[in-house]
Nanobody
């Protein structure tokens, strides 16, 4: 079983930085594919970034060059380092693990003010 807990969201001013974390406390690891999504009020959930076990990342065009995804060597914690934040980055951020089934964390709120 996978249990994901996302944290690190906060309110920051435009241009600021945040680091989100997603910890898997379950008995099943998330080796393979993990990702971050976000959902702003009134909008559909959108892909932000993903990472494979080999460390290969993928980013949405809207965050390329500003966000960096990583994971620890034990594959239990996923990170999202966010910099040069803009109000358009305001959203609830969720992490996702695909391991047989599709697992999602609860959201962690990021609010960026201008």
């Amino acid at each position: 079983q996978v249990r994901l807990l996302a944290s690190g969201g906060d309110s920051v001013q435009a241009g600021g930085s945040l680091r989100l974390s997603c910890v898997n406390s379950g008995s099943t690891d998330c080796a393979g594919y993990m990702s971050w999504y976000r959902q702003a009020p009134g909008k559909s959930r959108e892909f932000v970034s993903s990472i494979l076990t080999n460390g290969r990342p993928t980013y949405a065009d809207s965050v390329k060059g500003r966000f960096t995804i990583s994971r620890d060597n034990t594959l239990t914690t996923l990170y999202l380092q966010m910099s040069s934040l803009t109000p358009e980055d305001t959203a609830m951020y969720l992490c996702r693990c695909v391991r047989g089934a599709d697992y999602w964390s609860q959201g962690t709120q990021v609010t960026v003010s201008s």
